[in-house]
């Protein structure tokens, strides 16, 4: 497999096992934060695609930034343009871990979709 990217919030416990996990089975990745470098509008488009087109698979529904915007109301009723647009300003809107790269996309962490996605014969 090519180039990964990995968005990854340094303090997340599950951005630490997902680490954890690439390096176990000898992926190599680029990392980046995703608070000062969040993923841009087009790959929030494949990581929603890949997610069957349900915002709610890419967004941080849990964080605190995302409940004190109140962006589950806010989200569903914007142009899909336009809730990308606003995730990819805040990567803090945006479920974490998410591993993109050459035809895989990956958000959140679980071990058997990532293995399906990543480790495949």
């Known amino acids: 497999m090519s180039r990964l990217t990995l968005y990854a919030h340094p303090k ?5 096992a997902a680490r954890a996990w ?12 995703i608070r000062t470098a969040p993923p841009s509008v087009a790959e929030l488009k494949t990581m929603l695609k890949a997610c069957e087109g349900k915002l709610s698979r890419i967004s941080n529904t849990s964080g605190i930034e995302y ?14 343009d336009d809730a990308l647009g606003l995730l990819a300003s805040n990567g803090m809107f945006v479920k974490r871990p998410f591993l993109i790269g050459p035809k895989v ?7 058997p979709a990532w293995q399906a996605g990543l480790l495949k014969k």
Do not use: I, N, V, W
């Not at 690439?22 to 934060?33: A, I, M, P, S």
């Not at 409940?67 to 899909?80: H, I, T, V």
């Open 22 to 33: 690439l390096t176990k089975h000898g992926l190599t990745y680029f990392e980046k934060d």
């Open 105 to 111: 996309a990956l958000a959140g962490f679980k071990e």
């Open 67 to 80: 409940r004190a915007q109140g962006l589950s109301a806010k989200l569903p009723a914007m142009a899909e």
């Open 12 to 16: 997340c416990t599950t951005c630490e």
